[in-house]
């Protein structure tokens, strides 16, 4: 018994002493080299605190997926029929033999995590970096952006237990590296240019894009929506602040037919705030709410603010704010987020994770709309590049991408407008006809610089040039997809007002709408490109394209294509 003991205590040490070689770690992500403008500027320090996530493998995502097209799709029985919070978690929910293995792991290690998303498919713990290296056989180093100054704490490649495939998705932060640049708007020219008025053009917008201008434009409602339950939320990351004195600015500039103390409700998560200094008030906060206050009237809106408790970059942001919302039991009909990146900055079990939480919320009856990006076909900002770059999350399939227009009769294409094919997801069905003739009608243009298999992207467009805003106390035009993604979600939440008084369910995920029965009620825009790469991108045409989707939206046609 004694002598058992013994070696059982030996094999024991053996065990905790073993080099990450003999404990039978699988290599589980890596990325070829450092991304483009960041260099190793040394190690992390052994004793530094990481916070790291963990993601389980989740149940049934197939099975969810499936859910999200039956009650999305017009022409299903099921349309409209969104999934409860309940029944969300059960299709997401690891399997027990996962969370058992995970467990076990983290228990041997003497760690414990918290879950931080409501099915319990996230984990989150502090270890120092000398314990992740050992752990995850990794090399966590400083790296340095050179531009931008941008430190962050990651490693190129990383192994989890043999024991833990099949259970274990993935590390974060690990091989995903941050943003370095924030995708704001561009403050264009603050002395807005004259556009050529003629019969045809509303003469609200002969000088700056307004609310004014956009509801004769589109035809949208100036009357107050009359539901409470439906409700509208704004994204806000990197400390971008949305400051109340200059939406009652803009509301006295520009919306004299509603109160000007008309306003926002304040979330916050992972420690945001909202500061009211107009030295705080951020151009991409104010522009994306006085651009859903001011154009959704009547229509209860929330500026969520998500801090950096969490975080070195926008992704854990991302997804906090969706497991924030599925923990609802009624969340936001509409979610409108006008940040992003390159796709290609981001790992793909990353992506592919972030996509998965759209898919979850649509499935609760969201539209979750993101502005495309500013950089046409060479990223979310313009960029050097032989081979275009997508954007995230615009090539995820369970989400609505909103590029920019730009003129007003007729409507062309903003040039900075991102759009193209993803290269981590396919084309879903909902879309494969209008890709496949656009795809044919363009030929060998730009053949090999894109992926002619993934998903296209933007979805729809609006207006996001030359528009008026207040920021710290005076009024600027502003360009950049970052307007469209908020107007084109006020579009979206008083059809909604108008869905739920009648009695009918609100949207939802939109696309296989926006691409059946939804496709002819928006205004084709025909004309413009995107360019970038040296190239001049992709060109707008009648029908969808990749620089301005399927156009800009017609309420009026809308409102017969959600059959109100
Ligand atoms: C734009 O039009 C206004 C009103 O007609 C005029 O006063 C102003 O000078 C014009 N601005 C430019 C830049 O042409
Ligand atoms: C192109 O897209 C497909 C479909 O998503 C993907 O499987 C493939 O890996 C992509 N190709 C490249 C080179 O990224």
């Known amino acids: 018994m004694v002598a058992l003991r013994a070696a059982l205590i030996a094999s024991l040490v053996a065990l905790a002493c073993a080099s990450p070689a003999t404990r039978n770690l699988v290599l589980h992500e890596s990325r070829d080299g450092v991304p483009d403008g960041y260099v190793k500027s040394g190690s992390a320090s052994p004793d530094a605190n990481l916070k ?17 097209y039956d009650v999305s799709t017009p022409s299903s029985s099921l349309y409209g029929q969104h999934l409860s919070k309940q029944e969300v978690e059960e299709y997401v929910k690891p399997k ?8 076990q792991w ?4 003497g760690i414990s995590a918290s879950t931080i998303s409501p099915a319990g498919d996230w984990l989150q713990f502090s270890i120092p970096v000398s314990k992740a290296n050992e752990l995850f056989d990794a090399d966590f180093s400083v790296f340095t952006h050179s531009e931008s100054g941008k430190q962050a704490v990651r490693t190129l490649s990383y192994s989890i237990p043999q024991e833990l495939v099949g259970h274990l998705d993935l590390v974060h932060p690990t091989i995903t590296f941050p943003n370095p640049y924030s995708h704001l708007p561009v403050v264009s020219s603050p ?8 019969a045809a053009v509303p003469s609200s917008c002969a000088r700056t894009v307004t609310p004014t201008c956009l509801q004769d434009l589109y035809g949208i409602p100036t009357t107050p929506a009359t539901e409470s339950s439906n409700r509208l939320a704004v994204s806000g990351f990197i400390e971008q602040y949305a400051n109340q004195a200059d939406l009652r600015t803009f509301l006295r500039s520009y919306r004299t037919d509603i109160s000007s103390s008309t306003t926002f409700t304040l979330e916050t998560i992972d420690g945001g705030s909202n500061p009211q200094s107009g030295y705080d008030a951020g151009v991409e906060a104010n522009l994306d709410i006085q651009y859903t206050v001011g154009l959704a009237t009547g229509v209860p809106t929330s500026f969520i603010s998500v801090g950096e408790d969490f975080q070195d970059g926008d992704l854990e942001g991302f997804l ?18 006008s940040y992003g990146q390159n796709e290609n900055t981001v790992s793909r079990s990353l992506a592919n994770n972030l996509c998965n939480a759209y898919m979850q919320l649509g499935a609760r009856g969201t539209s979750i709309l993101f502005a495309s990006g500013d950089g046409g076909v060479s990223g979310s900002q313009s960029s050097s590049c032989r081979n ?6 615009s090539g995820c399939p369970y989400m609505t991408s909103v590029g920019a227009t730009t003129g007003i009769n007729p409507e062309t294409a903003a040039d900075f407008s991102s759009g193209g094919f993803s290269n981590y997801w396919g084309v879903p069905s909902y879309q494969s006809s209008a890709v496949s003739s656009y795809l044919s009608s363009i030929g060998s243009t730009n053949s090999g610089r894109f992926n002619s298999s993934g998903r296209g992207f933007p979805d729809v467009s609006a207006q996001g040039e030359n528009v008026a805003i207040v920021v710290d106390g005076s009024r600027e035009g502003v360009a950049g997809t970052s307007c ?11 059809l909604n007002d108008e869905l739920i008084a009648a009695g009918m369910s609100p949207l939802g995920f939109l696309n296989p709408f ?16 995107n360019p970038g790469c040296s190239t001049n991108g992709f060109s707008a045409t009648s029908g969808w394209d990749p620089v301005t989707g399927l156009g800009t939206p017609n309420y009026a046609k809308l409102r017969t294509a959600v059959g109100l």
């Open 514 to 529: 926006l691409y059946s029965t939804g496709a002819s009620a928006f205004n084709d825009v025909t004309s413009g490109d």
């Open 484 to 494: 469209s993604s908020p107007i084109f979600a006020s579009i979206v939440s008083l």
């Open 320 to 337: 906090d704010i969706i497991n924030y919302l599925l923990d609802m039991d009624q969340p936001q009909q509409v979610l409108t987020t």
């Open 96 to 103: 027990q033999e996962s969370v058992d293995a995970v467990n």
């Open 388 to 393: 275009f770059v997508p954007t995230f999350p």
């Open 106 to 109: 983290l228990s041997s290690e």
């Open 52 to 68: 790291l996530r963990i993601a389980l493998v989740q149940g049934d995502m197939a099975g969810l997926e499936k859910a999200l």
């Open 191 to 198: 002395a807005p240019k004259n556009v050529t008025v003629d």
